[in-house]
Every structure is written in structure tokens, then in C-alpha cells.
């Protein structure tokens, strides 16, 4: 990887890949999480479905038929904590797509017409989001879990949010977070280094903007999360979801590199522990598994399964003897079944970071989250994780996986 920072303060990493394709993501710490008290929740995600209806000297259309004409493939997508422009074109076509992306992003006008349709569609899209039950028992979940977090709330926001945001406010949300301070870019491409560098000044270069530093929410990031078990029932399912949460903000980076190790043996694939368990052997669920978010203002250990109404308790109680079991374990997590972990965490990022536009994904989140992407890089090499034993492991998990917030979905 290679670094070099605009003098207006833009972040550009770059990392050489051979072929005729160049991928590019454009990223601002700018998500969810900063809409705290200051704007209606979903302002972020609105800003992102209005940034391109015009600019200066574009018209929607004239924006859509572009990126069709340059990009095989683009998108944008808001997080909690960031919002991201990405996209893959010939490398030939870098210079036209860094010029397309420079006027929509650094010229929007945020035309009145249209606006109203396109809050209409977010809408929708909340609609598509309560549609999907293993959605909706993540979003019920993390809302009986917490009281303050923003994460209690749907990225897009709420009906009642979403018809409360207006024009002046995604104006404001963009005067107060798209700055290039608060900007980094990253680029995987057979282009050289420099001349990327030439072309993004020329431009963003020029752009100046000053970062209102204290734009940001007060509103905590974390908090411990309301223990229980929540049931909601929900007409027109048959079956049962299940989810825990476990709140893992404390862990230092040792710790996470343990709780990594025991995912990828606990829920991750047919050969989990949950999978052997309850599905293989028990035959009580037809969808299990674990995984961890490590973002900034969410870090979760989440288990996952779909079931049968009559098989609820049973599942719980066995989740609950396996965890209380592993936490007094010896032996299992010997060096070379850790090795092996290792290996297959590497493999799995791999594969991942293959896909150039994926690995320009990462980079940027990393980067935007933590101004560390070097180290998320380097965080599943495998003579990195080997120095994890046994003990880390059990301590880990001791530390965090406890005191879980469940929800239960299934039919009245």
C-alpha cells in the first residue's frame, strides 16, 4: 500500500493491482452515528440519494447515462459510521469517472424537483427492510438491547424520521461532514501511483473546505446492553429466529484477535460447533451460525439460527451448555487446531480481498473508522493470530460472552 495526503488534506491509498481494471472508493466519516440529536435519523442515507439528482452542470439523467457509460459496476452505500462512493471501470476511464465523481460529490445543487419521490422511495426501501424477518429480528433486537445507542435505529431511520427530513437539513448534514479532511480515497489499479495522484489533484485538489470539527454528536457510542430475552410475535411466519447479542466494545486488539480465532471455530461453516451441534446432530435448526461486527459504535459477537416454535427452548438451553462448557475447557484450542483457524481466517480474506473492489471497501471503512488500515490489513496474518493461545481464548470469551440480549421472532 502506498499513502500520500492532498494539501487540502484528502487521504489517497493506493495499492498496485495488474489488469485493464481500475477499482475506486471514495469514503466520508460521515454516517448514522453523526445524526445523533443534531438531524432526523436517515439524514446520511438521504444525503447519499440526493448527492447525484444535479449538479452545477448536470442533470440527473446526464449523471445516470455517465456512470451507466463508465462504470461496470458502482454503488454507495451508508453505515453507521461512514458513507461510501465505490465503483470499478477500465483503467483507461479513470480520469472520466474521478472527474464524474468530483462533480457530483464536490457540486451537488440539491434540486427541490424530485426530492419528494426520492424520500418516497427511501420509504420503500424501509418497507423491503421490515420485509426481511431475519432483518427485522436484528433491528427489534438491537432496540429492547439498548436505550441511547444510535444503533437502536434503523441506518435509514424511521417512517416518522424520514417524512420529518427536509432539503435545508441534508444541505446542512453535507456542509457539516463532506469536507476533505474528513475524506479518504482508495484506488487498485495497474495506473501508475503518481499519475493517480495527478489526476485526483487536478480534480480535488483545489477543493477547500473547512471540517467543522465539533459537528459531531455528543451522543455515546457504547453502552452496555439490556439483558434478557425478548419475544415478539409476528403473524405470517412459520418458523423461529433467534438471535444473541453480545457487547464487545472493551475488547483490546489481543482480545479481538482471540474472539476472531473462537468464531471461526464456534459458528463459521458446516464444521462449527453450533452447526455439529444443533443442526448435524440435533437436526433442531436449519440456519446457524455466528459473526462479529467490529465497526466504530457497534462491536457485537451475534449467534443467529432459524428453527422451529417447539425447538426455541431447547436451542437456547443448548447454546447455553456449549458457552458455559467452552469457558471451562482445556485442551480444545491446542496450537494446532489454532494454526488451522489461523490458516482458514487468512484463506476466507483472501478470497475477499481478491476482488479488488472489495479490498478498496475495506481499506476505506478501516481507515475512516480508526485512521489504521495497515493494521486491519495485517490483522489475519496467520504468525499473527499463531501468537494467540488457548488461555487468550478462554479469557476472552469469560470477558464477553455473557449477559446476552436474545430475541425471538416467530408466530402468534
Known sequence: MKRCVLDNGINLLYQ?????????????????????????????????????????IRNEKQINDEFDSIFGFENAMTNYP??????????????????????????????????????????????????????HCEDTLFKNSFNGR????????NRSSVGAITLEEIKKFYDTFYSPENCAMCFCSSLDFDNIVTVINKYFGKWRKEFIK????????????????????????????????????NLNYREFKALSLFNTAFGQGTSSMLFSKIRTEEG????????????????LFSIKMSTLPEN???ALDIIDDMINELKNSRGYFSSDKIKKLSSSLKLKKEIKREKSIEFCKEVIEWELMYNRFNDHCNSYEAEQLDEIQEDNIIETIKKVIKDPSIQILKAP
Request: aromatic content about 12%; charged content about 30%.
Open 16 to 56: 498496485y493491482r495488474p489488469g485493464k481494471i481500475t477499482s475506486l472508493c471514495i469514503g466520508f466519516n460521515a454516517g448514522a452515528l453523526e445524526e445523533g440529536t443534531q438531524f432526523d435519523l436517515g439524514t446520511a442515507h438521504a444525503l447519499e440519494h440526493v448527492i447525484s439528482k444535479g449538479t452545477k
Open 150 to 157: 444510535r444503533i437502536r435505529e434503523l441506518i435509514i431511520g
Open 312 to 314: 426455541v427452548d431447547r
Open 82 to 135: 461512514y458513507t461510501i462512493y465505490y465503483g470499478t471501470c477500465f483503467s483507461a476511464d479513470f480520469k472520466r469517472a474521478v472527474e464524474l465523481y468530483s462533480d457530483v460529490l464536490l457540486n451537488p445543487v440539491f434540486p427541490k424537483m424530485g426530492f419528494k419521490e426520492e424520500m418516497d422511495i427511501i420509504l420503500q426501501e424501509l418497507r423491503d427492510w421490515e420485509d426481511d424477518v431475519y432483518q
Open 284 to 299: 433442531i435448526a436449519y440456519d446457524v451460525g455466528s459473526s462479529i461486527k467490529d465497526e466504530r459504535g457497534i462491536k
Open 214 to 249: 465539533g459537528g459531531r454528536d455528543k451522543t455515546p457510542l457504547y453502552e452496555k446492553n439490556n439483558t434478557g430475552v425478548f419475544v415478539e410475535k409476528m403473524p405470517g411466519i412459520i418458523g423461529a429466529k433467534i438471535q444473541y447479542v453480545f457487547d464487545i466494545h
